[in-house]
Nanobody, 115 residues
Framework: VQLQASGGGLVQAGGSLRLSCAAS????????VGWFRQAPGKEREFVAA?????SYADSVKGRFTISRDNAKNTVYLRIDTLKPEDTAVYYC????????????WGQGTLVTVSS
């Protein structure tokens, strides 16, 4: 399966953005897909994973919402009330039961939040 993240861009603080993760080669409904991000100079970190009970990093709870559209074979990550510290490259990746990433990293999508 290949996952392609898209939807990043330059946004002002306080705004919203929806990132997309499109799957090819396999139905996304058969995967558990997670979002990760890597800010400049920092390690990549877990953000959210879509499952029957979605999981979120504590730092993004209440502002980030993960969802899935099986018909479009896509998982989304909506980010509300964007903050400059949300600036990062965002990646989507299959994850295991413990939200650990599986396989090789694909190309992420850059989100830049201006203050």
């Amino acid at each position: 399966v290949q996952l392609q993240a898209s939807g990043g861009g330059l946004v002002q603080a306080g705004g919203s953005l929806r990132l997309s993760c499109a799957a090819s080669g396999r139905a996304i409904s058969r995967l558990v897909v997670g979002w990760f991000r890597q800010a400049p100079g920092k390690e990549r970190e877990f953000v959210a994973a879509f499952k029957s009970n979605p999981s979120y990093a504590d730092s993004v709870k209440g502002r980030f919402t993960i969802s899935r559209d099986n018909a479009k074979n896509t998982v989304y990550l909506r980010i509300d009330t964007l903050k400059p510290e949300d600036t990062a490259v965002y990646y989507c990746q299959p994850v295991d039961f413990d939200d650990r990433p599986l396989g090789s990293w694909g190309q992420g999508t850059l989100v830049t939040v201006s203050s």
